[in-house]
């Protein structure tokens, strides 16, 4: 951490205590202030839906120190997810892929799929590498409210809700991740993001070229 300051390196050193111990912290990414806990503990996701205010139907998404991550939590990979994954990764690209059957079920609202991303941004991958486990990554905000890109919102919408806040001033993206699903013969894009649609189906595109065969992205 050494690109921390000292300040934000002690919330950080803190925050990774509390999820340690089973806690919900907010902190800031490359998108917007996210919301999140040790991913294989149960009772820390039933603890997200509540603060949230998220419907037990939404499934929760997971945050990756790197890819090599993938592996605890992801069936199989295909290789336009890969080709994703080189091009976008660590940033705003989130994939859903084939769970892991250890993965628990909260996490994916009982779905056989699980949406996963490396963020592009120091904080959440100290807190991941900290744990030494990945996270739950899904906004800090209540459900169906505008997702908040500084501290002083979360603080706003979830107030003592949360073991800790880490502020780090305005998230840089402002938007939320792009969502792609990788689980069909046919990538499609299941939420418009902080990366284009534009870009994303230029990738696809290069992809097929590269692997020789047609191949196109859906968007919404």
Avoid at 2 to 14: E, F, M, P
Avoid at 32 to 44: A, K, P, R, S
Avoid at 136 to 151: L, Q
């Amino acid at each position: 951490m050494g690109n921390l300051s000292s300040q934000l390196a002690s919330q950080v050193d803190r925050a990774i205590e509390i999820l340690k111990a089973g806690g919900v912290i907010a902190f800031p990414t490359d998108t917007v202030y996210g919301l999140g806990g040790d991913v294989f503990n149960i009772e820390v996701a039933e603890r997200v839906y509540r603060v949230k205010q998220r419907p037990r139907h939404l499934p929760l998404p997971v945050l990756l120190a790197d890819s090599t991550q993938m592996a605890s939590i992801v069936d199989s990979v295909p290789g336009i997810a890969q080709f994703l994954v080189r091009h976008f990764w660590p940033g705003g690209l989130t994939l859903v892929l084939p769970k892991r059957s250890s993965l628990p079920d909260i996490i994916t609202a009982g779905s056989d799929k699980v949406a996963v991303r490396v963020p592009g941004h120091v904080v959440p991958l100290a807190l991941i590498r900290g744990l030494g486990a990945p996270i739950i990554g899904t906004s800090a905000n209540v459900s169906d409210k505008p997702s908040p890109v500084t501290a002083e919102e979360v603080e706003q919408q979830l107030g003592g809700q949360v073991d800790l806040i880490i502020d780090m001033g305005k998230c840089p993206g402002g938007l939320e991740s792009t969502v792609v699903d990788v689980t069909g013969v046919t990538p499609v894009i299941l939420r418009q993001g902080v990366i284009p649609e534009e870009e994303i189906k230029r990738v696809c595109q290069e992809y097929a070229r590269e692997v020789g065969k047609s191949a196109h992205c859906s968007g919404l």
